[in-house]
């Protein structure tokens, strides 16, 4: 990051500007849980990106981006090998369109992108002054609310557990995602009865083992496809699923695109 997160926090919410631009290029980066006066606009290049907001726990795969509402607390995480962040802060009106209340993660279609990538040498406020910059943000805010009439967005996210015990489980579970493993297995594992455990899942992230085991799937298999080194049925076999049709039957269910689909957009991406 180019400058302290809290002088930059203190910039973008000044209320004379309507546009302010902070781009990362790090290895990992982690924030505090923090908010802002205006929206935000989050594109990641390579890698996953966590996002938490609300008790909830978002997947920013590649190709992808986030719009995160304003004044909605927030923190960003990710351990990616390398990763791009592209943050374009946003002032928002009363008029604008109900888009910019809702945060969500969607599709980056080709010109989205493209608009995106050609401010990377740009950092700080863009003003009425430098009129060629100042429009174009604009122009990507004026089209922003079209991507959700034309692409569904991803549905990646889900509650975040905060019981020690289940933070602990889902370490585990995330290391281990090629086993197999059961309910009453992880319970005698971690010198749990299966009847706490599976009230713990209900209670705190108000899914079941089953459901919260295939989110962390999915989720690895998007990180493993963005990154470029395993074919689809490797892929399969490390998170976990012995039939490849089975890992894209489950792949779109959770996330709306087939695999394969995913695959070919990162291809596209990257010809």
């Known amino acids: 990051m180019r400058a302290d997160i809290k002088e930059i926090l203190k910039e973008l919410d000044s209320d004379g500007i309507d546009f302010y631009v902070n781009h990362m290029q790090l290895a990992a980066v982690e924030t505090a849980m923090h ?31 986030m719009w995160i509402p304003a004044e909605v607390p927030h923190s960003i ?58 429009y174009f943000l604009r122009a990507i805010k004026e089209n922003l609310p079209q991507i959700e009439s034309t692409r569904l967005p991803i549905l990646m996210q889900h509650p975040f557990p905060k019981d020690p015990k289940l933070l602990e489980i889902a370490r585990f ?14 319970a005698q594992r971690f010198g749990l009865s299966t009847r706490t455990l599976s009230r713990k899942f209900k209670e705190n ?20 496809i963005s990154e470029r080194q395993h074919n689809m049925y490797e892929i399969t076999l490390m998170v976990g ?4 049709s089975a890992f894209s039957n489950i792949f779109f269910k959770v996330a709306g695109i087939r695999p394969t689909e995913y695959a070919k957009l990162l291809d596209k991406k990257n010809s």
């Open 77 to 134: 995480l990710t351990y990616s090998k390398k990763v791009e962040l592209y943050n374009i802060y946003f002032k928002i009106m009363k008029e604008d369109s109900s888009f910019f209340s809702r945060p969500n993660i969607y599709f980056a279609n080709d010109l989205l992108r493209e608009m995106i990538l050609y401010t990377k040498s740009w950092f700080g406020r863009i003003e009425k002054s430098d009129p060629a910059k100042y």
């Open 35 to 65: 908010s802002h006066h205006k929206g935000q606009l989050l594109y990641a290049e390579g890698g996953i990106v966590h996002i938490f907001i609300q008790e909830k726990h978002w997947y920013l795969p590649a190709r992808c981006f």
């Open 173 to 186: 579970l995330n290391s281990n995602l090629e086993s197999n493993f059961t309910i009453e297995e992880v």
């Open 205 to 224: 992230l108000g899914m079941n083992y089953v459901r919260f085991l295939r989110s962390l799937r999915i989720t690895k298999a998007f990180e493993l």
């Open 241 to 244: 699923y012995s039939s490849l």
